[in-house]
């Protein structure tokens, strides 16, 4: 099972941008999939997050700008970010708590980073 993450890039302040992770591999089903990120020189936070059903949640500083969706046939998470602030720069990681057989427990992997830059 892989994660590979795409999209992140340099943009303006108030610009937007989408992120897609997509997870390969024999995959039954995915629970719910994340996004993080990490700042320079700060600590890694939860910015969104998906369950298979369709519910989400966000860090209280992306409200209203950044919108978490799932591709469940393609097993594949999108962030997308509108509205982009210098405060959003950092590494941008997507997450998943997914099983690898029907029978199975759940793991948890993480995708490559992805930088999104956001310039003043």
């Known amino acids: 099972v892989q994660l590979q993450a795409s999209g992140g890039g340099l943009v303006q302040a108030g610009e937007s941008l989408t992120l897609s992770c997509a997870a390969s591999g024999t995959i039954p089903s995915i629970r719910v999939m994340y996004w993080y990120r990490q700042p320079p020189g700060e600590q890694r936070e939860l910015v969104a997050s998906m369950t298979g059903g369709g519910r989400t949640n966000y860090v209280d500083s992306v409200v209203g700008r950044f919108t978490i969706s799932r591709d469940n046939a393609k097993n594949t998470v999108y962030l997308q970010m509108n509205s982009l602030k210098p405060e959003d720069t950092a590494v941008y990681y997507c997450?998943?708590?997914?099983?690898?057989?029907?029978?199975?427990?759940?793991?948890?992997?993480w995708g490559q980073g992805t930088l999104v830059t956001v310039s003043s």
């Open positions: 997450n998943a708590d997914l099983k690898r057989s029907n029978w199975g427990r759940l793991y948890n992997y």
